[in-house]
């Protein structure tokens, strides 16, 4: 165990490599946050305000809905529409757009025109609407004052969509008459196109969806061919119509998009790569660093800083480690000798006088008399608070002879 | 007073005894009891029948039993038919050297008035205090392997013994020597004759207590203890009265030595025999084997010794 003053001493050496390693730690941390750009905190607070529909892949859906519409337009019948792989395309996109209720409608118009004709009644939840399509089934007559009747209870939300839709394929399963099909699948159809049409208002009609489009062109083409589809529908919903035009209009009064936001963001990547410490760089003060603190405690632990020290300083005043106070001559002598002798015979700061002596005397037997006459002269100092008297030049002799006795060994 | 002639009249009859009777003289002139730890048939009785003798003390033995009672201890009053009255009938505590067999046999109610005589160093019966003549000492032994029928004495009771020596067997040629030579031995026990008597004891006593201690030997000595209570193993460490222990253990060892003065080595000789029933490790190290022992070494190779 060391003294107070040993510890403070270890403590500031153990300290010392660690100073220098986080002096050079702070300076490039500083040099790093100086090469930001302002706009790195912008960045940030994007990637917090993360939500969906920010990451969908506008030109793709854009340029599926143009192609979708068209192919409607064009006059594809329901069945080859409805098998079209664009559709489930379509369908992925609007969930990624975060317009869960319109791919769901999607979902169903799909997946029920695969359903036969008892699945579809018994899958319909109005008791009403049941029993009409039940008694068009056994009469096998598919009226338009049926057909009108159904719409008007869907436009005024006494049936649900699924229901809906479900009645639809029913009757169109039921009717032999190819004049009520093709009412029938132009009724799908609608349904189906304003589904998207208001999926496409919803995805792209947020304004900060609208300013990452890039491919302004295509948008316009896209919304071009969805007014097409709404002006040749007997009925066509107003919002919709207006709601497309606004879109057209945004597109055309704003050709470039300079504020957007993603590409600005990304200028400000680079730094991030920046706050991380080169290891290039950090490797030869991290090597430095742990060289330094283990040379320092091999050093410490084997009192070579003190022998060193004490080497370095002329004989005849030289300091004794620890022994600044001691005026006695004996003690200085033992001191002495022990530093002469540390150098073959190793001194632990646990070892007594006595265990050192022992095992001076079992390495070097040649200096085993004189240098237990030091180390008992010591003791009866040290520890019996002997009087030095005419013991200390006897001890001074022993020192001299223990010097030559060294020196040839 | 030779001390150095006690020792060599004992290694004459104890076969590679020479620690545990230096360590019995040093705790009789510290004025403090022992507890022996070891197998039976290791020369126990006769190493404190020697002292004994050595020393013209008064020597008493008692073997404990879980039916002993305080009183076959201590003693009591017992009606005399002749006289018409109550005489007292002093127990075997009243002696010198008194050495306590199996201490663990025996119940907790006579162990606890054992240990409060030796604390104490008197004894009441029937409300009337008798002191014990000095000096006084006590040597418990206790077997460490037994463990059934046997009442483990306290660690606040084990604090009151100022050493605890393990007894070892001998060595093979100590082995043989004793084998070879025990009518010898016996003959040579019976014709010892005392080398001092107790009014030299009672002296030297004094004298102990008179040996220079060093300040720093003192700080030496707090170290140690402190950091018996820091050690990793350590779950309960060395007690104030191990610290005033170590140092009166290690004054003794010093007078006997033939010094005036406590060097390092002294405290060192006195620490395992001092802190070794103080220290309570924890029961995972004791489960992995390591032991108080053990403890102690770790702290003795780690604690530096005072400087200059």
Same mark, same amino acid.
């Given at each position: 165990?060391?003294?107070?003053?040993?510890?403070?001493?270890?403590?500031?050496l153990?300290?010392?490599p660690l100073?220098?390693?986080?002096?050079?730690?702070?300076a490039?941390?500083?040099?790093?946050?100086?090469?930001?750009?302002?706009?790195?905190?912008?960045?940030?607070?994007?990637l917090?305000d993360?939500?969906?529909g920010?990451?969908?892949n506008?030109?793709?859906y854009?340029?599926?809905?143009?192609?979708?519409?068209?192919?409607?337009n064009?006059?594809?019948?329901?069945?080859?529409?409805m098998?079209?792989?664009?559709?489930?395309?379509?369908?992925?996109?609007?969930?990624?757009g975060?317009?869960?209720?319109?791919?769901?409608?999607?979902d169903?118009?799909?997946?029920y025109?695969?359903?036969?004709?008892?699945?579809l009644?018994?899958?319909?939840r109005?008791?009403?609407?049941?029993?009409?399509?039940?008694?068009?089934?056994?009469?096998?007559?598919?009226?338009?004052s049926?057909?009108n009747?159904?719409?008007?209870?869907?436009?005024?939300?006494?049936?649900?969509?699924?229901?809906?839709?479900?009645?639809?394929?029913?009757?169109?399963?039921?009717?032999?008459d190819?004049?009520s099909r093709?009412?029938i699948?132009?009724?799908?159809l609608?349904?189906?196109?304003?589904?998207?049409?208001?999926?496409?208002?919803?995805?792209?009609?947020g304004?900060?969806?609208?300013?990452?489009?890039?491919?302004?062109?295509?948008?316009?083409?896209?919304?071009?061919s969805?007014?097409?589809?709404?002006?040749?529908?007997?009925?066509?919903?107003?919002?919709?119509?207006?709601?497309?035009?606004?879109?057209?209009?945004?597109?055309?009064?704003?050709?470039?998009?300079?504020s957007?936001?993603?590409?600005?963001?990304?200028?400000?990547l680079?730094?991030?790569?920046?706050l991380?410490i080169d290891?290039?760089?950090?490797?030869?003060?991290?090597?430095l660093?742990?060289?330094?603190?283990i040379?320092?405690?091999?050093?410490?632990?084997?009192?070579?800083i003190?022998?060193?020290?004490?080497?370095?300083?002329?004989?005849?005043s030289?300091?004794?480690y620890?022994?600044?106070n001691?005026?006695?001559?004996?003690?200085?002598?033992?001191?002495?000798?022990?530093?002469?002798?540390?150098?073959k015979?190793?001194?632990?700061?646990?070892?007594?006088?006595?265990?050192?002596?022992?095992?001076?005397?079992?390495?070097?037997?040649?200096?085993?008399?004189?240098?237990?006459n030091i180390?008992?002269?010591?003791e009866k100092?040290?520890?019996?608070?002997?009087?030095?008297?005419?013991?200390?030049?006897?001890?001074?002799?022993?020192?001299?002879?223990?010097?030559d006795?060294?020196?040839?060994? | 007073?030779?001390?150095?002639?006690?020792?060599?009249?004992?290694?004459?009859?104890?076969?590679e005894?020479d620690?545990?009777?230096?360590?019995?003289?040093?705790?009789?002139?510290?004025?403090?009891?022992?507890?022996?730890e070891g197998?039976?048939?290791?020369?126990?009785?006769?190493?404190?029948?020697?002292?004994?003798?050595?020393?013209?003390?008064?020597?008493?033995?008692?073997?404990?039993?879980?039916?002993?009672?305080?009183?076959?201890?201590?003693?009591?009053?017992?009606?005399?038919a002749?006289?018409?009255?109550?005489?007292?009938?002093k127990?075997?505590?009243?002696?010198?050297?008194l050495?306590?067999d199996?201490?663990?046999?025996?119940?907790?109610?006579t162990?606890s008035?054992?240990?409060e005589?030796?604390?104490?160093r008197?004894?009441?019966?029937?409300?009337?205090?008798?002191?014990?003549?000095?000096?006084?000492i006590v040597?418990?032994?206790?077997?460490?392997?037994?463990?059934?029928g046997v009442? %483990?004495?306290? @660690?606040?009771?084990?604090?009151?013994?100022l050493?605890? /020596? =393990?007894?070892?067997?001998t060595s093979? +040629?100590?082995l043989k020597?004793?084998?070879?030579?025990?009518?010898q031995?016996?003959?040579?026990f019976?014709?010892?004759?005392?080398?001092?008597?107790?009014?030299?004891v009672?002296?030297?006593?004094k004298?102990?207590?008179?040996v220079?201690?060093?300040?720093?030997i003192?700080?030496?000595?707090?170290r140690?203890?402190?950091?018996?209570?820091?050690?990793?193993?350590?779950?309960?460490?060395?007690?104030?009265?191990?610290?005033?222990?170590?140092?009166?253990?290690?004054?003794?060892?010093?007078?006997?030595?033939?010094?005036n003065?406590?060097?390092?080595?002294?405290?060192?000789?006195?620490?395992?025999?001092v802190?070794?029933?103080?220290?309570?490790?924890? %029961?995972?190290y @004791?489960?992995?084997g390591?032991?108080?022992?053990?403890? /102690? =070494?770790?702290?003795?190779?780690?604690? +530096?010794?005072?400087?200059?």
């Open positions: 165990m060391s003294n107070p003053i040993e510890k403070v001493k270890k403590a500031l153990l300290t010392l100073i220098i390693f986080l002096t050079q730690t702070v490039i941390a500083t040099e790093a946050t100086e090469i930001h750009t302002p706009d790195f905190p912008n960045y940030l607070d994007m917090y993360y939500k969906p920010t990451q969908l506008y030109t793709e854009l340029q599926l809905l143009k192609e979708f519409f068209n192919s409607i064009e006059g594809r019948d329901l069945e080859d529409v098998s079209d792989p664009n559709l489930s395309k379509l369908q992925s996109l609007m969930r990624e975060g317009d869960l209720d319109n791919a769901r409608k999607l169903a118009l799909m997946n025109s695969t359903l036969n004709l008892d699945e009644i018994q899958g319909i109005d008791d009403e609407l049941r029993s009409l399509i039940q008694e068009a089934a056994l009469t096998g007559n598919v009226s338009n049926l057909l009747l159904i719409n008007e209870m869907y436009s005024s939300g006494k049936i649900s969509f699924d229901d809906y839709v479900r009645a639809l394929y029913a009757l169109r399963n039921i009717s032999s190819a004049e093709k009412q699948d132009s009724l799908l609608r349904v189906l196109g304003n589904s998207l049409i208001n999926s496409s208002l919803n995805v792209l009609g304004s900060e969806s609208l300013t990452q489009l890039t491919d302004q062109e295509l948008m316009r083409d896209a919304v071009n969805m007014l097409q589809f709404l002006s040749r529908e007997p009925e066509t919903n107003a919002d919709f119509i207006k709601g497309l035009e606004d879109l057209l209009k945004s597109s055309q009064t704003s050709p470039s998009i300079p957007l936001k993603l590409p600005s963001a990304g200028l400000a680079p730094p991030l790569t920046s991380s290891l290039g760089t950090a490797l030869p003060f991290i090597v660093a742990l060289a330094l603190t040379s320092l405690v091999i050093f410490l632990k084997q009192d070579k003190s022998s060193a020290l004490a080497r370095l300083t002329p004989r005849g030289r300091p004794f620890g022994l600044g001691i005026e006695s001559r004996i003690i200085r002598t033992y001191w002495n000798s022990v530093e002469l002798l540390r150098k015979v190793q001194r632990s700061p646990s070892d007594t006088h006595r265990e050192y002596y022992e095992r001076v005397s079992r390495t070097l037997p040649e200096v085993d008399s004189v240098f237990r180390t008992f002269a010591y100092v040290r520890w019996g608070a002997l009087d030095e008297g005419a013991l200390a030049d006897e001890v001074d002799s022993n020192y001299v002879r223990l010097k006795l060294v020196g040839k060994s | 007073m030779s001390w150095a002639l006690v020792l060599k009249k004992a290694s004459e009859i104890l076969v005894k620690y545990e009777v230096r360590l019995i003289i040093a705790s009789l002139l510290a004025e403090g009891h022992v507890l022996i197998v039976p048939g290791i020369a126990k009785t006769l190493t404190a029948k020697t002292v004994a003798k050595l020393l013209n003390l008064d020597f008493k033995r008692v073997q404990m039993t879980p039916d002993l009672l305080p009183t076959d201890i201590v003693g009591g009053y017992v009606y005399d002749r006289q018409g009255s109550f005489t007292l009938k127990g075997p505590v009243f002696t010198n050297v050495l306590i199996e201490i663990n046999r025996g119940s907790p109610r162990q008035a054992l240990l005589a030796m604390q104490e008197q004894v009441s019966i029937e409300g009337q205090t008798f002191p014990l003549e000095k000096p006084f040597l418990a032994t206790q077997n460490p392997i037994e463990f059934e009442f %483990p004495l306290p @660690e606040a009771q084990l604090d009151r013994f050493a605890r /020596i =393990e007894s070892t067997y093979t +040629e100590g020597r004793i084998i070879k030579e025990i009518d031995i016996e003959e040579g019976n014709a010892l004759s005392p080398v001092m008597g107790r009014e030299e009672l002296e030297s006593i004298e102990v207590r008179k220079r201690v060093d300040d720093s003192y700080d030496y000595t707090v140690l203890v402190e950091e018996s209570r820091k050690h990793p193993a350590v779950k309960l460490g060395a007690s104030p009265r191990a610290g005033i222990a170590l140092v009166r253990l290690a004054k003794a060892l010093a007078y006997i030595d033939s010094r003065y406590v060097i390092p080595d002294d405290i060192k000789s006195a620490a395992k025999p802190l070794s029933h103080r220290i309570i490790l924890k %029961p995972e @004791e489960i992995s390591i032991n108080s022992g053990k403890v /102690i =070494e770790d702290l003795l190779a780690s604690v +530096e010794v005072p400087k200059p």
